[in-house]
């Protein structure tokens, strides 16, 4: 069953529907559904869809030859095959698919041109002369993310401004992700999604039948299950050196956030080394680098500055649990990991990701409308602030500190501050309380608003004791049922 990817259908339907020549780029990192989707665009449509192999470049041909001529197009009369990449291509305009667009996607295109590096040319100067006005859509897809980028849409390469449409799939948010599990309940859907992230692959891999638990032994612990060699797969599908690559994701995914932390922890010791690294972990969606939301265009350009996470949470999940026990499952003690490591743990694994999904939470009711002020800038905040200290003078001291949730509006007149709790106790309101001891000197020149998220309910003091118009209070039901 086709899941969500409303977005990516609308446009591609879009595209489709235009009287113009279509070329179309659409690109993301693996597993993220592409193939699936382009499918399910071309179902009920006339369409050749060609996947590209790693295969020599005569090989290629010869495949996207026998897919254009099954088609019926009038070449077929004369020969078996296209002697070259341009008579190839320049068919796709005769296909006889009546008043209806000629649509072929070509999946996996960076294939095609590993084996070709002329194709991009071969193909911008028959697009320019000949397809640009026939009935065509063409729709290039592709893994690679940086070939796409880097070789296709790049200012220096021959396709460049030639593409009609561009879109690069992300993963799917919380709320299409846990369309996957309609049962789970609130806390487990947010457990499920702290595990798999949105990945449709991943997702698919599980048995919504099944409680978490059995799941994550079953489809993830068991050896030769189909995702307990997935993170290996990857990494060697995308890179070389794996084994350096396994030590810096391992050290981000136990803790290490900032260059030099994970340099040393990954034996690496040399930052610019690792540097380079991650900024390829960056790439394949694997490792993001974050920025404190008030970040300016300097600190944005440091590369030294920031702090590091991992972008998908089956990564996480595996190198939290999996790696670190790869011996005992690999002689079959997935009971024992799971009682003994991932059990006692999880609530606070998922603690992360439920910030995520709090950010998610507010960007809908954003969409909707819902929230005190519109903001432009969302995100986790850290730095120097005032917090609580019954030990001072004043009760207040100045420390290093951070804000799960902050949004600000384009004039910086309006702050939205939140605190996300994934724990089995009420939210209390002495963590409140902390919360709205930070930021205090820009108080003096903007009007704050609290947002408080809890998956366990409200101490009651909160309710009785602050302004309900600047202390919005979000229980799991509301974030999840969103």
Known sequence: MF???????QFLSDCYSKKSAQLVVLYGRRR????????????????????????????????????????????????????????????????????????????????????????????????????????????????????IEKEI????????????????????????????????????????????????????????????????????????????????????????????????IEAVALGSTRLNDISQKSLIGDNSKTSVYLKNLVELGIVVRELSVNAGTKEQANQSRGTYKLADNFFRFWYTYGFTNISQLEDGDVDGVYEYSVEPTIRDFASFTFEEICRQFLRKKQKERLLPFRFSRIGRWWGKTTVRDPSAPNGLRTAETEIDILAVSSDAKKYLAGECKFKNAPFSYSDYLDLAAKLDPQKKTAEFYYALFSASGFDGKIARETDPSKTLLFDLPQIVGS
């Open 153 to 248: 849409l790049s200012k220096k390469n021959p396709l460049f401004g030639r593409a009609t449409g561009i879109y690069k799939m992300e993963e799917m948010d919380f709320y299409d992700a846990m369309k996957f599990f309609p049962d789970y309940s609130d806390r487990d859907k947010v457990i499920a999604y702290s595990i798999l992230g949105g990945i449709p692959h991943y997702l698919s891999r599980w048995d919504p039948a099944l409680p978490v638990s059995d799941n994550i032994k079953r489809n993830v612990l068991t050896k030769g299950c189909a995702l307990y060699s997935e993170v290996e797969f990857l990494l060697h599908e995308e890179l070389r050196e794996t084994a350096i690559y396994s030590a810096i």
């Open 3 to 9: 899941i969500a990817r409303e977005a990516e259908l």
């Open 32 to 147: 993220v559904g592409k193939t699936e989707t382009l499918h399910e665009f071309c179902k009920d449509k006339p369409h050749v869809f060609f996947s590209c192999t790693q295969s020599t470049d005569q090989i290629q041909l010869s495949r996207f030859s026998d897919a254009l001529l099954r088609e019926g197009i009038p070449a077929k009369q004369y020969i078996t095959a296209f002697p070259d990449w341009e008579k190839a291509f320049s068919s796709i305009a005769d296909l006889p698919y009546g008043d209806r667009k000629r649509l072929i996607v070509i999946d996996e295109f960076p294939y095609m041109c590993s084996g070709n590096k002329s194709i991009p040319s071969i193909l911008q100067n028959l697009w320019d002369s000949e397809l640009k006005n026939a009935d065509v859509m063409i729709v290039l897809c592709g893994s690679s993310m940086s070939f």
